[in-house]
């Protein structure tokens, strides 16, 4: 049995959608193709909210009365750190999801499917400064950390990606307006815009931009993508640096079999695949990864053998090269993937090829 909790409802929940549909459909295919070291899969799934004691409900829950012996791709970045001080002590493991975070990479029970933060913050904007625009103004969400931690990353990496930060706004995903920000970077000569938000703010703002005869080129981070934005014509050319592999790709098998479940299983969920739908697919396919130690009576502590026996494995291309280690930090190849939205569809930029430092 394994569980997954995620921000599936609220402000967040059109980002996170494709993700639980990618999921259900990884437990399909997984089962259809021999389950966990011959177990089935099974899955209880949880919504918190973005709500911390919401989260420690569902987390205690699914491991003292569901019996889960982990978690599997669980998109919490309002709140998934409130769990964690439990899950350490009942020692299960929660492997992949939505890695926004640095606890992600600070502790030994989680075990992220993809790159760190600034890694692929820092690919989006060498791809901006390869387009010839240096100068950027960055507008970074108040309603989690994680926002922030982003937009400080690009300010720390800012020389060596080759631009300059001249602005920097906080904004709410939920706020009416983004003129004042958009006339503040103009003003600042930002020639693009790195947005730190949900996918409708990403449209709201680069619409209100447009208004006032602004209109840079725009970056952001795969995780907040949503469907939406491929029809929003002041978005062509929208960058973003993913940390998991493109979910249009299809040039390594274990990528053709992401798309082939979700045609089989979900022929209707097509148009609503997203970063996170890839993230949580690497996910699965990371505990397929670590199963190999499964038992007649498969425990949490066999799949932490599994996993901490993982070396350099990029799950048929799905993911950076992941090495874990026993009851330590995870080691996670410094790789990302740039993608480009292109006349309301989106391209890898380097055909397939991920970008590793």
Sequence with gaps: MLGNVGNYDGILAPIFAGALTSLQAWVKWTNAHGGLNCHPVSLVSADDGGDPSTNITETEQMVEQD???AFVGDMV?????ASLSYL???HVPVIGGDASSSYWYDSPVLFPEGSEVQVSTDGAARESAHEGHTKVAVFYCL???FCEAYYESLQSDATSDGVQVVYAGEVSLVQPSFTAECLAAQQAGATSVFEVLDGSSDARAAQDCSVQGFNPLYFTISIGVTPAIQQVPQLNGLLLGANDFPWIDNYTPAQQEFHQALAQYDPGAAS????????????GELVVAASKY???QPTSSQLFEGL????GDTLGGLAPPLTFTENGYPSIGKCYWV???QNGNWIDVDHGQAVCE
């Design 67 to 69: 019996h889960v012996i």
């Design 308 to 311: 901490w026996s993982i070396k």
């Design 88 to 90: 350490e002590s009942v």
């Design 272 to 283: 609503s695949i997203v970063g996170s739908s890839a993230s949580a697919w690497a996910s």
């Design 77 to 81: 970045p309002l709140d998934g750190n």
């Design 143 to 145: 309603e989690d950390p």
């Design 294 to 296: 499964l038992g007649t």
């Design 339 to 341: 993608m480009k939205l």
